[in-house]
């Protein structure tokens, strides 16, 4: 096994129509790992509580917003999500000169979960996620497995009204504000001299590892990469391809836009193989804060056989049974030590579903385009409904607080006939 990174992407005006920001994350994964969706409400916290991520505890906040996640299974961070604020956020894999290999600590995921439930903005998110990098460090393997994997971590982070890039090696870090067009990610550094923030040792401790002289214009992604930034923009490679589908839509970016990127298996952005896209999110935030953000995720592996179906904050929303994996508490594998001796099933109902037509659409040409074609239909007849919330803002919140475990059940009604 070859393990691969995923790709997230953003788009602000003037790239998007209508005065909206557009971000979309792929997950690739192991191919028999299952991504559940889930939602948790916002929270109040005691003082003195704590909060078990996946390896370790950390200190617990006053207060949690909602969010809704799409995260293995596994484990208790997340590869991508959305609060209640309407902040997104999504993380890459990076290696570079700094090893990744180190004690249990907390993993990407984790962070990605933290900044979502405790940060109100984007730029809130960079400093909710570097304090807990510089108070926890970054570490522990990233597969459910004996086998060690592990990384160190990018993300994406966008709200109403802009979008920050943040890349880190261990405790050091560098950031990058995006305030207009577009921009992704996949698995290399690319920020390079244009910093708006950064770890205050970052530089110095370049220096002292002989990375940098100290003199010559100081480009983060050159410095901490195994390679040049050349490298990056390399023919072939998931980024130059996402950043070419990005431009050639450019002016006119919309969800739509997003989700056949997301699909695209040309470029390898949609992966097959050992490594896999295993859940896709795209989200539409309009500028507007009277307009509510629109997020459309997958729960189940290969965006070209799935639904994306759509979620909104709003009061009282139902738990996402159908795509909520079982629970094991204690007793998970994951949380005895030696951990991992052994893999339960964490198959949620719509991945058991989604698993066997999956496997028909592949086997049977002229009925697994059926398939598909009902389920775009289903789709673009969802996608044609959020367009009067994100227009004109929300009517019925009732409706709404069931909103995508109702587009799930007519997913597997699809299957059912099929």
Same mark, same amino acid.
């Given at each position: 096994m070859h393990p691969s990174s995923c790709d997230t992407f953003v788009a602000l005006p003037p790239s998007t129509e209508r005065q909206s920001i557009i971000f979309g994350k792929?997950?690739?994964?192991?191919?028999?790992?299952?991504?559940? $969706?889930?939602?948790?409400?916002?929270?109040?916290?005691?003082?003195?509580?704590?909060? !078990?991520?996946?390896?370790?505890?950390?200190?617990?906040?006053? +207060?949690?917003?909602? $969010?809704?996640?799409?995260?293995?299974?596994?484990?208790?961070?997340?590869?991508?999500?959305?609060?209640? +604020?309407?902040?997104?956020?999504?993380? !890459?894999?990076v290696w570079g000169r700094e090893s990744a290999d180190g004690d249990e600590a907390l993993l990407g995921m984790d962070l990605v979960r933290i900044g979502l439930e405790r940060a109100n903005a984007a730029e809130k998110a960079v400093?909710?996620?570097? !304090?807990?990098?510089?108070?926890?460090?970054?570490?522990?393997?990233?597969?459910?497995?004996?086998?060690?994997?592990?990384? +160190?971590?990018?993300?994406?982070?966008?709200?109403?009204?802009?979008?920050?890039?943040? !890349?880190?090696?261990?405790?050091?870090?560098?950031?990058?504000?995006?305030?207009?067009?577009?921009?992704?990610?996949?698995?290399?550094?690319?920020?390079?001299?244009?910093?708006?923030?950064? +770890?205050?040792?970052m530089r110095e401790y370049a220096r002292s590892q002989g990375w940098w002289d100290g003199e010559t214009q100081f480009n983060f992604s050159t410095v901490y990469s195994f390679t040049t930034t050349a490298r990056i923009e390399a023919s072939g490679s998931r980024y130059c391809e996402g950043k070419k589908l990005l431009e050639k839509s450019n002016g006119h970016i919309t969800a739509e836009t997003m989700m056949a990127i997301l699909r695209d298996k040309d470029s390898g952005i949609n992966m097959e193989g050992m490594f896999m896209t295993t859940g896709s999110m795209v989200s539409v935030i309009p500028m507007n804060p009277a307009l509510p953000g629109v997020h459309y995720f997958t729960a189940t592996p290969d965006p070209e056989r799935s639904v994306f179906k759509p979620f909104i904050f709003v009061k009282n929303i139902n738990e996402l049974k159908e795509t909520s994996s079982p629970s094991y508490g204690a007793d998970d594998p994951v949380k005895k030590k030696p951990r991992f001796q052994s893999k339960p099933d964490r198959k949620h109902v719509l991945f058991v579903k989604h698993e066997l037509v999956a496997a028909i659409i592949q086997s049977y040409e002229d009925r697994g385009k059926k398939i598909t074609e009902s389920l775009r239909k289903l789709e673009k007849e969802k996608m044609t409904q959020m367009e009067k919330n994100l227009s004109n803002?929300?009517?019925?919140?009732?409706?709404?607080?069931?909103?995508?475990?109702?587009c799930v059940r007519e997913e597997m009604a699809v299957y059912g006939t099929s």
């Open positions: 792929n997950s690739d994964r192991p191919c028999d790992e299952v991504q559940e $969706v889930v939602y948790f409400p916002a929270r109040d916290y005691g003082a003195g509580e704590r909060v !078990e991520c996946t390896y370790i505890e950390i200190e617990q906040v006053a +207060h949690t917003y909602a $969010v809704v996640l799409s995260k293995p299974a596994w484990l208790w961070g997340a590869e991508m999500g959305a609060n209640e +604020h309407q902040v997104c956020i999504g993380n !890459e894999a400093d909710v996620i570097t !304090e807990l990098l510089e108070k926890y460090g970054q570490g522990g393997t990233c597969m459910e497995d004996e086998c060690s994997f592990t990384y +160190h971590n990018s993300f994406l982070i966008s709200d109403r009204k802009e979008a920050w890039l943040l !890349e880190t090696s261990g405790k050091h870090w560098a950031a990058e504000r995006v305030k207009a067009g577009y921009r992704n990610i996949s698995n290399q550094y690319s920020i390079t001299t244009k910093i708006d923030k950064e +770890h205050p040792e803002g929300i009517m019925d919140p009732d409706f709404l607080a069931d909103l995508f475990s109702s």
